[in-house]
Nanobody, 118 residues
Framework: QVQLVESGGGLVQAGGSLRLTCAASTSIFSFNAMGWYRQAPGKERELVAAIGVGSNTNSVDSMKGRFTISRDSAKNMVYLQMRSLKPEDTAVYYC????????????WGQGTQVTVSS
């Protein structure tokens, strides 16, 4: 069974950094794209950043310059480097694979909590 496992979440002070890791149990090139989504309490899940097979990346404007998505295809891992974190970045962050334009994905990880204190 193909799985995505996230790690790297935790509690950090505002202005700090975290790097999230998503480990896939199969080649990440099995999917058209992989990405990170987040869901804050009481809010809808939103796309944070995505990376395609051709290494093209896409990120939400409000997070550009702070969040960077990357991958290591040899390790079947996708990363989300987060800098200058703000309390409003507090959410559960999910890794996703096989992305669709409507926000759906073929596969989701279990999520990792990121909490940013002020």
């Amino acid at each position: 069974q193909v799985q995505l496992v996230e790690s790297g979440g935790g509690l950090v002070q505002a202005g700090g950094s975290l790097r999230l890791t998503c480990a896939a149990s199969t080649s990440i090139f099995s999917f058209n794209a992989m990405g990170w989504y987040r869901q804050a309490p009481g809010k809808e899940r939103e796309l944070v950043a995505a990376i395609g097979v051709g290494s093209n990346t896409n990120s939400v404007d409000s997070m550009k310059g702070r969040f960077t998505i990357s991958r290591d295809s040899a390790k079947n891992m996708v990363y989300l480097q987060m800098r200058s974190l703000k309390p409003e970045d507090t959410a559960v962050y999910y890794c996703a694979a096989g992305l669709y334009s409507n926000g759906r994905a073929d596969l989701w990880g279990q999520g990792t909590q990121v909490t940013v204190s002020s």
